[in-house]
């Protein structure tokens, strides 16, 4: 299947969009990028909350996600 190609910023409206709609979503989650990076060149995406086991709802909205865009490189 072929993925949509969109920007960094896109991409992150997305993962936001869908994280919004999912069942398990509470007020104050949100994808972000990497602390510290330039969105259009940041080289990954965070989480708030963070931690070291994010909830389940995190790794589900990002792989919806993943199966249907990419990311643009710069």
């Known amino acids: 299947m072929h993925r949509?190609?969109?920007?960094?910023?896109?991409?992150l409206a997305l993962l936001n969009s869908r994280l919004r709609k999912h069942p398990?979503?509470?007020?104050?989650?949100?994808f972000v990028f990497l602390r510290g990076s330039d969105p259009e060149t940041s080289p990954?995406?965070?989480w708030v909350p963070g931690?070291?086991?994010p909830p389940?709802?995190?790794?589900e909205v990002a792989a919806?996600?993943?199966?249907?865009?990419?990311?643009?490189e710069q």
């Not at 389940?56 to 790794?59: D, K, S, T």
């Open 4 to 11: 949509q190609l969109v920007t960094r910023v896109h991409y």
């Open 24 to 30: 398990g979503y509470v007020d104050g989650m949100e």
């Open 44 to 46: 990954g995406f965070d």
């Open 51 to 53: 931690g070291p086991n």
């Open 56 to 59: 389940r709802v995190f790794a």
């Open 64 to 72: 919806e996600v993943h199966a249907l865009f990419r990311v643009q």
